[in-house]
């Protein structure tokens, strides 16, 4: 089940979302502003937030900004062609002005959580999205620092080839290449666990005394 968060402080219209999203056979989760959301968020993961952009505490747009590993549909009367433009080229899936229609607001969601299934650099149950900068375990979102994802988007640009330390620190590191390299298996081990945790793979191998590829356990993409 999709598990979908709402950020909205008007109750009525929560309500209304909730009762929407519920009906449709998702898992709907409520957050009443940009503080809470933002908490919600670091504790869980979810496959899509409607997001609202006048919000008490953190307010939309920052929200917008911030959070880059989960597509966010705004949904907000604050909706004149700058703030559609802006929330778009800042990281928003899609705009839906209010007042909306259900069955619109619907079709969109469905059109967001089928997009994981099109586009990136896929292996197994692996897929990276470099255009958003994502990647999902199997078709789930996961939650990785910057370090993490050039790691893993690093690797499965070429499945199987085996990548020293060294050419991982020269292709990511951005000061003491010998420091950064020390503290690599840290990162490879968050994650290997990270991965594991959303689809029971950890898909990283580490080759002894070389370095590290990606690898299902049964040796097959």
């Known amino acids: 089940m999709y598990k979908i968060l709402i950020v909205e402080d008007d109750a009525d219209i929560g309500n209304y979302l909730e009762t929407l999203l519920t009906g449709a056979g998702y898992e709907a989760v409520r957050a009443y502003s940009g503080t809470e959301a933002l908490l919600l968020t670091e504790r869980g993961t979810f496959d899509l937030i409607l997001l609202d952009l006048m919000l ?9 900004d911030r959070i880059k590993d989960t597509p966010i549909i705004v949904v ?6 700058e703030d559609r433009v802006r929330n778009l080229l800042h990281g928003a899936a899609d705009f839906v002005s209010k007042p909306f229609s259900g069955e619109e607001l619907l079709a969109r ?24 900068r994502v990647a999902y375990a199997d078709e789930k979102p996961l939650k990785l620092t910057r370090t993490e994802y050039e790691i893993l988007r690093l690797l499965i640009s070429s499945p199987k080839r085996i990548f020293s330390r060294a ?3 020269d292709s990511l590191s951005e000061g003491d290449r010998e420091i950064w390299e020390t503290s690599l298996s840290v990162h490879i081990h968050n994650l ?30």
């Open 56 to 64: 008490p505490g953190v307010n939309g747009e920052e929200i917008v």
């Open 76 to 81: 907000s009367a604050k909706a004149t062609v």
């Open 192 to 221: 290997r666990k990270k991965i594991y945790s959303q689809c029971g793979e950890t898909y990283i191998e580490a080759i002894w005394g070389i370095g590290y590829r990606l690898e299902t356990e049964s040796g097959k993409s």
């Open 109 to 132: 969601i469905t059109v967001q959580l089928r997009a994981p299934a099109s586009g990136g650099l896929v292996y197994g149950h692996i897929r990276v999205d470099p255009k958003r």
């Open 167 to 169: 050419q991982i620190a």
